[in-house]
């Protein structure tokens, strides 16, 4: 089974910091890594699929890039709105699916 | 509006069985493979099992394997996942997600909650 490694567990940041969440994956997954955000008592939303589209919607200051193993996501100016947990999703072995960790992002 | 509600969540006892149903609307079910994802209390998501569009094919999470049934009545517009001999680690919120584009969940219901306890 392909395993992420999501880092960093959690993130304290100010408003307008720029905020970066990496996964890593335990083999090459070319760019089949998706991206979404998980605020309290919702359910997950998709912010970038493919690793670095961004989902119809989702501001610009979110993104992604990466491939093979290692891939990056980016907010480029933190906002209040932005409090959540984040997790990558590779799907590079259909029909199954992994999910990272999660990363719980704060505002300091 | 594509809306997707899961119900059939509630309290059962280690060994017991629980049926969750998703209901969807606003988009032809019929067209979409489904998915079941599920989230302990406090942890991360876990993905449990799939269904594709016309139900022919399924997919299990070796955590899951041989317990649980996923399975779709397309007139119905309606997903299912049958649990049984359920164990505390099977307790989490479960949620239905449809699969868009190539292979990312664009649409989640809200959750159901499955507590397995005595």
């Known amino acids: 089974d392909i395993q992420m490694t999501q880092s960093p567990s959690s993130l304290s940041a100010s408003v307008g910091d720029r905020v970066t969440i990496t996964c890593q994956a335990s083999?090459?997954?070319?760019?089949?890594l998706n991206w979404y955000q998980q605020k309290p008592g919702k359910a997950p939303k998709l912010l970038i699929y493919d690793a670095s589209n961004l989902e119809t919607g989702v501001p610009s200051r979110f993104s992604g890039s990466g491939s093979g193993t290692d891939f990056t996501f980016t907010i480029s100016s933190l906002q209040p709105e932005d409090i959540a947990t984040y997790y990558c999703?590779?799907?590079?072995?259909?029909?199954?699916?992994?999910f990272g960790q999660g990363t719980k992002l704060e505002i300091k | 509006e594509v809306q997707l509600v899961e119900s059939g969540g509630g309290l059962v006892q280690p060994g017991g069985s629980l049926r969750l149903s998703c209901a969807a609307s606003g988009f032809t079910f019929s067209s979409y493979a489904m998915h079941w994802v599920r989230q302990a209390p406090g942890k991360g998501l876990e993905y449990v099992s799939a269904?594709?569009?016309?139900?022919?094919?399924?997919y299990y999470a070796n955590s899951v394997k041989g317990r649980f049934t996923i399975s779709r009545d397309n007139s119905k517009n309606t997903l299912y996942l049958q649990m049984g001999s359920l164990r505390a680690e099977d307790m989490a919120v479960y949620y239905c997600a449809r699969v868009g584009g190539y292979a990312f969940f664009d649409y989640w219901g809200q959750g159901t909650l499955v507590t397995v306890s005595s």
């Open positions: 269904i594709s569009s016309n139900g022919g094919s399924t």
């Open positions: 083999q090459d997954i070319s760019n089949y």
């Open positions: 999703q590779q799907y590079d072995n259909l029909p199954s699916y992994t």
